[in-house]
């Protein structure tokens, strides 16, 4: 019978887990103090983590969010208003996509009339 090693894998799993942890805030600090963009990639590649344990440590995936947020901020795109397109040009737009849709409804069921009697063509001269 074998001794119940249990405890030592256990024992060691933390001891992983943790010496991970504190490789990632460490390397979170460093990209923090740098200015670097921080992303899950970036972290897990600085800290020597894999970015699937990134994401499973709450923590450490708030920080990360918190530091993007405020090391690249995105602003919110403006569009002019001579830009933006008009409510009659966006029917239009719809108008001609509808038409578009209904000429290519039409051209499928040409095609597919034309494979059948094709088919029917071939069926019959083979049979016949």
Known sequence: MRADNSR????????RSETARRKAAAALRR???SGTAVSFEAVATEAGVSRSWLY??????AEID????????RPEPT???RQRASEASLLR???????RIRDLQAENARLRAALAESLGTNRASRTG
């Open 66 to 73: 918190r530091l993007r947020q405020r090391h690249s901020p």
């Open 79 to 81: 569009i002019r208003p």
């Open 8 to 15: 030592n894998l256990i024992t060691a799993a933390r001891r």
């Open 93 to 99: 737009r719809l108008e001609v996509a509808s038409e």
């Open 31 to 33: 990209m923090d103090a």
């Open 56 to 61: 499973t440590q709450p923590e450490l995936r």
